[in-house]
């Protein structure tokens, strides 16, 4: 009898919606019978609607509000909600991507209700345990059936951990997605008319351990204000947020090194990207990003430490710490010998999403 596979695609965040885009148009171009949830965890026009309109993205087809909360909570109420939508929808298999309250929510969620997961983004490892998302990534892997490691060394990571699934490597969504969207934005965005600055670094910070903490978010603040190249600075609401409680931002604003300006959509950010001299980030997706060959940008990641060595490997990511003396010797040293040696994406060459729904549509 012919069996038609019916495929809950979950996302809930910012990168989770850039990630999965190349997927959803994959599913959409073959016809696939799917449907979106969000789970609303971002609901800022600029951190969920944008992406929508610019990624070409049907609508959710549900909504779920959860918005912000204490991690407990925000992931109760997503496990709540996405348990009462997938008993309506009834899906074959839940589909989630990354590390976020989300991903592991609608983990934990279909697993319960017996309904197969497939985790794209699996096997990343930190091994930093004051990270939420290193819980989240950790736990979704083991409920997952299908494990979506982008590199040999993430799917190595599973293996050794003796998950249950079955792990393929496919490459990172987030390269078909740059591939594909960059010629577009290069036309649509003018975003490089409202610079303050002909040359810039490109900064951005919001990862939990770091902006929360008043200590790491002052380093933060003296590492933009220092940095030898003039910063634009697209500030998440999180740290907007932290650097007025911990009243920094009038140092940051009022410096004249840094431009701050709100989160950004898709097609600006990645004209930002193409056109900036170097990033200074927590992002994990922005580590992957800059190894795009149309991108190819070196990165300094303000972390301890990265679930993304694969791109230390190949030259473009360089993990220095929060400390500004040893961040700001890097960066000097960078700009004084304009190295620029780097190797291909580990990532893949941009068609992980056609790659992931082959594995989904083989019967099993
Ligand atoms: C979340 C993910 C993180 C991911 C990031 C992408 C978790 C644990 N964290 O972090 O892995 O890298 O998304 O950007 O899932 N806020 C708004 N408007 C919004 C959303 C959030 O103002 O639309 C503010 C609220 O003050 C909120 C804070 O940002 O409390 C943090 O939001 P939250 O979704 O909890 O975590 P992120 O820091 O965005
Ligand atoms: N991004 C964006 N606008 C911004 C900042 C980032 O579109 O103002 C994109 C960026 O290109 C990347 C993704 O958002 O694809 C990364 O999201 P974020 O850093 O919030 O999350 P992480 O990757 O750390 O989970």
Redesign the pocket.
Known sequence: MYFRLMISVVVG???EI??MAPIILELKRRNTNFRIVHTGQHYDLELSQI?FEELGLPHPDHLLEVGSGTQAHQTATALIRLEEVFMEQEPDLVLVE???NTVLAGALAAAKLEIDVGHVEAGLRSRDLRMP?EHNRRLTDHISKHLFAPTEWSASNLKSEGVWGDVHVVGNT?ID?CIRYLPLATQKSEVLERLEFDQFALA?A??AENVDDPAVLKNIVQILVDCPAPVVY?L?PRTEKMLKEQEMWEELSGSGNVQIIP????F???VL?KNCSFIL??????QE?VTAPNLMKKVFVLRLSTERPEAVETGHAEVVGLEPGRVLESVRAFLESKEMRMGESPYGTGNSGRKIVDILETPQ
């Open positions: 965040t910012r990168p850039i990630k992406f990354g590390d976020t998302e987030v997605a951005t919001h990862r697209p998440h989160p950004v959509g898709y600006d950010f990645l990207m980030t927590d992002s994990g997706g922005i990003e």
